[in-house]
């Protein structure tokens, strides 16, 4: 069965940085476009970034461009989301998915608790 | 920015039917395929449509999707309710602007 399993999380304070993991198992990670979407506490999805299959392309959101950066190691089987200058409004679970091939998020880990306060 | 409105929250007695709406917020709603999630309390939303209006294996053909035009709208329809079907739904589409969005979800209360 398909694994994500994200890790990293934490508590930061505002201003702070923190670098978190996805490791993926049962399936050809290599062959898949990957994501990042949080929740906070008590809201709704929000999707914050997207890294193609090779790494060389990747989107952001507003929310988050210029203070995220998304990355992959094909060898390693792990996405990876380095955050820095991290807000109040960042805390949040944070899920990496997915993206299957009938275009949608298939398979979720069950997420890393960030919670930036100080 | 692309966004995608459901209503916040709807109710309906078990063994009926409801529909739960997304309205696009601009371009066409053709443009880009509609996904439908469920959320229950505590873990990692799920697949219920993909692709519009198509099932993943294992989803119940109790759950169709469908999008129109006229409104520039998706809705996910759930007939037969059941207190299973209680949880948080979220549609989510995409466009080269916004990328991936998805909608601010519905949760379904089964009377």
């Known amino acids: 069965e398909v694994q994500l399993v994200e890790s990293g999380g934490g508590l930061v304070p505002p201003g702070g940085s923190l670098r978190l993991s996805c490791a993926a198992s049962?399936?050809?990670?290599?062959?898949?476009?990957m994501h990042w979407v949080r929740q906070a506490p008590g809201k709704g999805l929000e999707w914050i970034s997207y890294?193609?299959?090779?790494?060389?392309?990747?989107y952001y959101a507003d929310s988050v461009k210029g203070r995220f950066t998304i990355s992959r190691d094909n060898a390693k089987n792990s996405m990876y989301l380095q955050m820095t200058s991290l807000r109040a409004d960042d805390t949040a679970l944070y899920f990496c998915?997915?993206?299957?091939?009938?275009?949608?998020?298939?398979?979720w880990g069950q997420g890393t608790l960030v919670t930036v306060s100080s | 920015n692309l966004s995608l409105t459901q209503p916040h929250s709807v109710s309906e007695s078990l063994g009926k039917t409801v529909t739960i709406s997304c309205i696009r917020s601009?371009?066409?709603?053709?443009?880009?395929?509609v996904q439908w999630y469920q959320q229950r309390p505590g873990s990692f939303p799920t697949t219920v449509i993909y692709?519009?209006?198509?099932?993943p294996s294992g989803v119940p053909p109790r759950f169709s999707g469908s999008v129109d035009s006229s409104s520039n709208s998706a809705s996910l329809i759930i007939s037969g309710l059941k207190t299973e079907d209680e949880a948080d739904y979220y549609c989510?589409?995409?466009?080269?602007?916004?990328?991936?969005?998805f909608g601010g979800g519905t949760k379904l209360t089964v009377l």
């Open positions: 998915a997915r993206l299957g091939y009938k275009n949608n998020f298939d398979f």
């Open positions: 049962q399936f050809t990670f290599k062959n898949y476009e």
């Open positions: 890294i193609s299959t090779g790494g060389e392309t990747v």
């Open positions: 601009s371009g066409s709603i053709d443009s880009s395929y």
């Open positions: 692709e519009n209006n198509q099932r």
């Open positions: 989510q589409s995409y466009d080269t602007t916004s990328h991936w969005v």
